[in-house]
């Protein structure tokens, strides 16, 4: 099984759970707002930083990398060749590229790859359960954590699932390699299905689990065994967060920096 | 002796799929679980057994819906009436698949999930998290992350994230079909251990597991108990067994198969031990 | 007689995650028509190096060859007319409406004539007692006729090769058997069976050669009786063999001439002898 979560001991994986994600939404903000591609390029680069620090194999990066590029890169150059802007390098009949739709495509690229580089370095190094305490403590209601948590935990099992599901019809005899387009779509379909129907009696099994272990009682106060709390060193990545966070805010609204996709410095 | 567990007459239909029309699972199931007995619950695939399980805390029908007359009562609770959640606390159900019960990503959070439902206090967690995962041998394992265990480890887990409920009654649900021989034999060794304290309904289709751990049989046929009786009765009748789709220990079924050759009743032994002597003797007679 | 196919896995390396190999070096050689089961504790590589032989997997290292040819450049969809592969869990392998259209998708997607489909799916439903249910959805079924149905609608596809993913989880000693019968017979008109099981007792009365897996590795292979003997192999890839093979060794040490790993034989062996003694 593949899970998300990987066991460890460094800083990322013990700063408090709240903290990660309050980096990941202002992280996740900011790359929406920034428009130039080298601040997407150093975003990249420090995010890679810091998943070597979290003591995260390149193996890791290498497997999200593989799961968003090819989208990322089909992206930006449908986004280059689609929305031209200045003036053109190439040209082929009435296709142009052009400098400014180039970067604009770098830019939607890197913004997709940074943003999973960012909400998995959340899940790599962010047990389950840590996560639900800490969306819990923010207010969020326990069935609802806990819900996040179960979704995160069967991921990796549905995705399984899946997996052998298409081995499955393969095994009977489905042939993927020669189908393409709307084929394949139609001959994965009845796959899809089994999923479904084998989701949903895993998902009844689940329901009597967590009957089984009282979940719900009527009247009850849940307790938790480990808490979590704020340590020093929390609170200084929290004001480290929000000190670069806004200082990024304060460059890009007062002068415009990386407001512009191909001007860095208005 | 007191009755822990009291059926009576309970019959159960799941509600009706489209196209086929609801059908009774359970047909007028009576049994009592006394206090520290060790009761094995036998049957064929579809014979009606976690279904059986399931009303015992309430989730048939509570949360299955259906069809349902009888009487379920748990240390006399009704068990259609009380919430689910008030009977886990005194009947834990282990299931046969660990992995779909699993909740978690560490031991120790997996264990403590349920005494955090009770809403008991954190030093009370502890110890009980503490106990549970020592009496399945697995208390060096708090840390480490459920997916990653071995067949026994897993289903381990799952009994001690039960236990840790403190439930006087237990209920296996097959809780070794889907583990390699060594798994297995680790269950049923954490289950042997957890017999003097617990009243425990295995559901197994390993009769040499019941042979050895039971007081009592149950065998359930299209959701009808139809024979019950002490370990060793029950399975020296190995044909009727086979006509039911189980199967009688291998130590017994030799038995019967001499007997059968001979045509006169000659042997009656139920373990190794007994058939080595036996057999041993007749060789040299 | 069906002509079933050499298959042969070399020296096999494979990894889902990097980090974990769960094939490392596997070998093995199923020869036309046996009647082989692979054994070993679980995540111990079974179904991992079964997988290999339809390709199903790809090995990042070594070679699969049937029949002497390398697999690696023949597709799936091809290798599934030569080897049979029934999943270990039913709801992984149903996908149609109905009993009936389940037996008829492999042969669907072979590309048979409709009228051989038509065939196959009766003399299907017909062998393995499904016609009064042919109509049924699979998904409303019971888990045990969702395992028959699963097997049903590999064997439609007719292949010279079974691989059969621990097939009797889940059902009671009477369908187990009364399936394995089923195999026992194609078995015998030739076909290749490759079991993958944790019931020594299946092992004990159906197989003719034993291969058992540990840690990615192939650690012993031999008959039955070869491997139950072996007491090392046992421990290290955590076996137990059956009750009634303790209880012949024991009486072995004490003395007795007799055999076998099943019940039947055991009681035929005693009797012979016991017979014998009261002239």
Known sequence: MVEFYQPGESWVHRADPRVKLAFVASSILLLFLLQHPLIFVSAVLGLIGLYRSAGLPASRIWRVGRAVLPVGFLLAVLRAILYPAGTAL???????????GLAQGATLGLRLLGMALIIFLWLFTTESQSIVRGVVKLGVPYPWGLAIGLALRFIPTIRESYDTIVQAQRARGLDLDRTRGLGRVRALLPGLIALMVSSLRASENLARALEARAFGAPGVRRSTLVDIAFRPVDWLFLLLIGLGAAAILLFYLRFGIGADPIRLFP | MTSLVEVRDLWYAYPALPGVGAQWVLRGVSLQLRAGEVVGLLGASGAGKSTLALALNGSVPQSTGGQVRGEVLIEGLDSKRRPVAELAMR????FQDPEVQFLQTTVEAEVAFGPEN?????SEIEQRVTWALGAVGLGEFRSRAPAHLSGGEKQRVAIAAILAMRPRILVLDEPTASLDPRGKLEVLEVIRALRPDHTILLITQESEAVAELADRVLVLDHGQIVMEGDPNRVFGEVERLARLGLRPPEIRELAHCLNRELGVPAFDFSDVEQAVEALGQAAVA | MILAPRLEAIDLWFAYE??????RGADLVVEPGEFLALVGQNGSGKSTLAKHLNGLLRPVGGRVRLNGEDISGVATGQLARQVGYVFQNPDHQLFSPSVEQELGLGPRYFGLPAAEVEERVQRGLERFGLRSIAQRGPGTLSFGLRRIVSIAAVATLQPPVFILDEPTTGL????????????????AQGHSVILITHDMR??????????VLSEG???????PQEVFRHRELLQAARLQPPRIVELVERLVISGMEIEGLTVEAACRSFLTRYRLKHG
């Open chain 3, 217 to 223: 590795r192939v650690v012993g292979r031999g008959s």
């Open chain 2, 118 to 122: 009770l809403g008991l206090p954190v």
């Open chain 1, 90 to 100: 190439i040209a082929f009949g009435p296709v142009q590229i052009t400098g400014g």
């Open chain 3, 18 to 23: 990097a980090e974990r190999p769960a094939l």
């Open chain 2, 91 to 94: 009947v834990g159900i282990v």
């Open chain 3, 172 to 187: 009671d000693w009477g369908s187990a058997s009364h399936l394995m019968d089923h195999f026992a017979e194609l078995h």
């Open chain 3, 202 to 211: 299946l092992v004990a009365r159906y197989a003719s050669r034993v291969v």
